[in-house]
């Protein structure tokens, strides 16, 4: 009876770590592999971390069964093995399911190990596995988090990079500057390509200022308000603005739907937009005479 | 003669929750409107309407819900757009129509220039629900 009662997880890897490691190993790699065959994959540290989770696992359950509603503690050594894991296969792009894979697999492994090992009629077995298998359903929630957290944290860098790259004000030549609108504008970006423009047009003392909205998917009313928002504000600081890149769709579109830009110069093409902005600072494109 | 748009495809059903979500609704309008053969013009319009619907239902709703339905027959292009909400609603319906209305300081040409994109517009508001059913109807483009 005692000996049935001192059975424990811990002993179970005493013994058989290295091989449940290897297995652990095999089966997670040998998925990883088939579904992401072009990523790279560090077995040395994986495997290192690996046998750091079994280490600890094995100290949890070497002696009382961990209690009811245990949770790893934020710091502790296993929540950060489990964290640093999760931050770097979510930044090499390996899915949710597989990174989740990777607790499931060693779940059913030590199942299996418990059930063989355990010595005839064990009155701990149950408790055992029940706790056990309390104890990494709480490490997947904390894989989980880490990935989540990983990956909103690269969705808003990339937004924020996004928004950084996307409106360049182009100075095109002496006293004229050029805006190209590209994507979506929304509130926060008609704000931001305002902002730059205004800025640019003090700076270079421009007198004309070119948008060109070729790359603006839709115009609805909402972004033609934003951008005579914009054509207004740079008209205050005094340059006129011609506005280049409206399709023929584009324009039906805008008639229906009653928006006009007619207090606005607009050219078709961003070409006769450039020639009209040279015009009205006295320039023009002349072929070079040989 | 072959309906081009797979029976399975005939409606979609986009959540509308935020703005990602607008350009889902206007994305699958224009997809739907190009394999039913529709000129680039008549895209841009239904891809348009679409886009201003769903960008009220955002701004003033929260959130709501657009269905992009296919009932072509062999005869016609039938396509219908349902956008529901259950905001506040449209308080004066009529004044909402007015071109240059707006209670949000827009060019207040949304859904009077919606109207005139479309073939049919179908309007209810009260407070809780709000829904708009537009229609494009388009002879059938002959298919070789």
């Not at chain 1, 008639?255 to 050219?267: D, I, Q, S, W, Y």
């Not at chain 2, 008549?42 to 269905?67: H, I, K, P």
Request: some cysteine; hydrophobic content about 45%.
């Amino acid at each position: 009876m005692t000996e049935s009662a001192d059975f424990t997880l811990g002993q179970v890897l005493e013994i058989r770590q290295e091989e449940l490691l290897n297995a652990w190993m095999n089966s997670v790699l040998l998925t990883w592999r088939r579904k992401y065959p072009h990523t790279a994959i560090n077995e040395d540290l994986l495997r290192l971390q690996s046998r750091q989770l079994l280490d600890e696992l094995r100290k949890l359950f070497s002696g009382a069964i961990p209690p009811e509603g245990w949770e790893p503690v934020p710091g502790s050594k296993i929540a950060t093995l489990l964290y640093d894991f999760s931050v770097k296969h979510a930044k090499h792009g390996i899915k949710h399911n597989d990174t989740v894979l990777y607790i499931s697999v060693i779940k059913q492994l030590l199942i299996r190990a418990l059930l063989q090992d355990a010595p005839p009629a064990c009155r701990v077995l149950n408790t055992l596995i029940i706790s056990m298998d309390h104890v990494l359903d709480r490490l997947t929630v904390t894989l989980y988090d880490a990935y989540l957290e990983t990956r909103e944290r690269i969705i808003a860098q990339q937004s924020l990079s996004l928004l950084e790259l996307s409106t360049p004000v182009v100075r095109l030549w002496d006293r004229v500057v050029m805006v190209p609108l590209i994507g979506v504008i929304d509130t926060q970006r008609a704000r931001q390509i305002t902002e730059r423009l205004l800025e640019a047009i003090a700076k270079y003392e421009a007198t004309v200022a070119i948008l060109d909205v070729t790359g603006v998917p839709v115009l609805d009313t909402s972004v033609a308000g934003h951008i005579m928002k914009t054509i207004a504000a740079a008209q205050m600081l005094g340059a006129q603005v011609v506005m280049t890149g409206i399709n023929p769709d584009g324009a039906q579109t805008l008639v229906k739907l009653g928006v006009n830009f007619a207090e606005v110069t607009t050219r078709a093409t961003l070409r006769a937009g450039i020639a009209e902005g040279l015009l009205r600072v006295g320039k023009r494109i002349v072929p070079i005479k040989e | 003669m072959d309906t081009l748009i797979p029976q399975e495809n005939a409606e979609s059903t986009i959540p509308i929750r935020d703005s990602t979500d607008i350009l889902k609704a206007r994305h699958r309008a224009r997809e739907l409107a190009a394999a039913l053969r529709l000129g680039s013009a008549d895209q841009t319009r239904l891809a348009t309407a679409v886009s201003e619907l769903t960008r009220n239902v955002l701004q003033y709703a929260g959130e709501g819900e657009c269905r992009i339905i296919n009932a072509s027959s062999d005869h016609e292009v039938y396509i219908q757009v349902v956008v529901e909400d259950h905001g506040p609603g449209i308080p004066d319906i009529e004044l909402a129509m007015r071109d240059g209305y707006s209670t949000s300081g827009g060019l207040g040409a949304g859904l009077p220039g919606v109207q005139r994109l479309m073939d049919e517009f179908h309007l209810t508001s009260r407070p809780g629900y709000t829904c708009l059913m537009i229609a494009m109807k388009r002879p059938r483009a002959l298919s070789f």
